[in-house]
Each structure stands twice: as C-alpha cells, then as structure tokens.
C-alpha cells in the first residue's frame, strides 16, 4: 500500500484511460482542473500505478512526462484499426462537423488551435484518432502544452477552461487541411485553402501519422479519407486569428467528393520478388530484388508511393519501373533487356539504371538476391 496521504487521478485518452498516483492533493487538485475536458476522477492510489512524479523532478517536466505517456497510450488504443494523425481536431458546435489540421511540431499547430478554439468547439491539440469507416474523431481534450518565455523545454500545460476553449462536440470528419503558415517577409497574406493532390499531400501527411503501417492499406485507406471529404487542402496563412472564417467555411457544407487521382498496387505488386517458376529456380548471381512493402499506390503525376514501415517513399524516374519489374529477381542486366523492350535506351543507361538502384537499396526497399 502507498502512503495515505497520497492521491491518484484517472482521465481518458481516446480509447484508453491513464492513471496517475503519488500526489499531493494539490497537484491532484491541478490535474482534476486541466485534465477535467478527459473526464478527470480522483481514484485511489496504489502501488499498481507507475506514473508518478519522481523524486526531486519539478511539476512542468513531470506534467511534460505524463503528456508523453497520455499521447502514448491514446495512439496504442488505435492502432490497427483507426485512422491517427498529429494534428489539432475542431468542429463547429452546432453540427459536430470537424476538420483536422495537421502540422509538424513547432510549426504553429498549438497557436492555431488556441485561436479557432474560441470560435470552434475543440477536440484535440495533438492525436486526431478517426474511424475509417464512420469518420467519428475520439476525442483527446488535453491540456495544451505551450513553451514558456525562455523558448525552452519542459512546456507549460493549459487547461482548455481556462484559455477559453469551447467544449467538445461528437465530432465527424469532414474535412483535412495541411497548415502552412508563411513566416517570412512582410507582405500581406490573405488567409486561404488551396486544393491538394495526392501526390502533394502524402508526403506532408504521412510523417504525422501514427502506427499507419499496421492499418489495413494505411496508404489506400489514407487517400479514400481524403476523397470522401473533398480533398485535402493548404491552409495558407499568416496570422491564426485569419484562419477563423476560412474554418468556418470550410465547415459549412459537406465538400462533395474528390476525384480519385491515385491507383492502389495489388497484393501481388506490394510482395517481395520471387522466382518466376518455382522455389528450386536458380537465382543469377548479382540479381536484385524488392522486398515486401505495407502499401502503395500511384499518384496523379506518376509517382510511386510506397509505406514501409514508418518510412513513406516517393518514386520517380526510373524508380516505379523497377519496382514493377521487380517481381522476380532480376540482374541489372536482364532489367535493362527489359526496359528495351518499351523503346530505345540512352547511351547513358546503365549509369542511370545504377543510379537508381542505388537509391532504391539506400531507402531499404531493394537488395541483392
């Protein structure tokens, strides 16, 4: 048993709770307050709960630490079967209508989400976790975490009571946007959403998914959430306080549904290369082959995408055709006889060839036979 004069807290992350014992009854008096939007309870405290400030540690880096283990137990309840991003969550209040806006960290994701949470009942700051198939967005209300004057870490936490956040909503998908703050020079910047392709988007989207390799199709089930809600788009901007009616916009209307513009690889094209004939065929010497991938698809400009594991690639020039060709193992030899039979080769083939089988082996996605 822990000391009784020790208190414990429980609130809800996502599709998960997270527990916090060895408190003071103030500090659990604190936590009740800025973690209250996850329905935040005082329970009892017991030696079953690790989470717990450390000895000597201050409040902001212990506050900091338990963020980390919140997010981390939000993102596992997930996966495999939801659809996350980092990024903020704000719905209109009247009709639970959301958009996602996604945004490396450090970019102003925080700002904005301080801005259109005044105007837009808010839902996250950090994990949007969206069901595929219903499009409903779990809601993880935490505190915001915002740094200090000094610039430096550990961040302070912000109830959303207190920065006057409006409550949340059951929220529904219905649109995701890219910010894209213009930080540099001092023209004026009209507040816009420009339209994004696939081949645009993926690469600024991927980077802020979680676990999207353990989804069924992560990259297919990506762009279908992306066409069933119009399309993604740039939030371009100067200001955050701007951002607040091309939101509300944006939110309006259900956006009718984009144009597909990629095409998914078959489970044949997503596997590793294997030997034409059967297990006993004799694989050259020097061959190459491609190893199995979670997903791909092409784009509307021709480009590969291929997800594997936590790492997206984007392939041009000669790179798609390889891949292709890949199916079994092939010498650079025989991919060139190949490539031949599509036209002309130039003088320079070989080097080209080299070039990009180099840079295929270097992302991990070929090796030699």
């Known amino acids: 048993m822990t000391d009784a004069t020790t208190h414990a807290v429980e609130f809800t992350v996502c599709r998960s709770s997270v527990r916090v014992g060895g408190l003071t009854a103030e500090q659990r008096d604190r936590l009740l307050h800025e973690w209250a939007r996850c329905h935040a309870q005082a329970v009892p405290d017991d030696e079953s709960i690790e989470l717990r ?26 996966v495999g079967s939801q659809l996350m991003l980092h990024a903020a969550a704000l719905a209109l209040p009247e009709t639970g209508a959301t958009i996602v806006l996604a945004a490396e960290s450090g970019t102003g994701k925080t700002t904005a989400t301080r801005t259109l949470g005044t105007a837009l009942a808010y839902l996250t700051d950090e994990t949007a976790m969206i069901d595929p198939v219903s499009f409903a967005l779990s809601p993880y209300a935490k505190p915001l975490s915002v740094l200090g004057p000094s610039g430096r870490r550990p961040k302070r936490q912000h109830a959303p009571d207190d920065l006057g956040l409006l409550p949340e909503v059951d929220g529904v998908l219905q649109r995701v946007a890219v910010l894209d703050r213009v930080r540099h020079g001092d023209e004026d910047v009209a507040a816009c959403a420009e339209p994004a392709t696939a081949g645009e988007v993926l690469p600024l989207l991927v980077p802020q998914t979680s676990s999207l390799c353990r989804l069924p199709r992560g990259l297919v089930t990506l762009c279908e959430t992306l066409d069933r809600t119009g399309g993604a788009v740039r939030l371009v901007y100067r200001e955050a306080a ?34 034409a004939d059967d297990i006993d065929t004799l694989v050259p010497a020097g061959a190459l082959r491609r190893v199995a991938v979670d997903d791909g698809l092409f784009v509307e400009d021709g480009r590969l995408a291929l997800l594997h594991g936590t790492r997206l690639s984007m392939l041009d020039g000669l790179g798609p055709a390889l891949w292709l060709l890949l199916d079994a193992p092939r010498t650079p030899e025989q991919l060139l006889d190949l490539l031949a039979e599509s036209g002309p080769l130039p003088e320079d083939a070989r080097e080209r060839l080299d070039a990009a089988v180099n840079g295929l082996r270097g992302r991990g996605l070929l090796e030699l036979a």
């Not at 212990?62 to 939000?74: D, G, N, P, V």
């Not at 951002?243 to 209307?253: F, N, W």
């Open 53 to 78: 400030p450390r000895r000597g540690e201050d409040w902001d880096t212990f506050h900091e630490r338990a963020i980390h283990r919140a997010t981390s137990e939000a993102i596992d309840s997930g």
């Open 242 to 275: 701007d951002l607040v009616p091309v939101v509300q916009e944006l939110l309006s209307h259900a956006p009718e549904p984009a144009e597909r513009g990629w095409d998914p690889l078959d489970d044949h094209e997503l596997g590793a290369s294997v030997p």
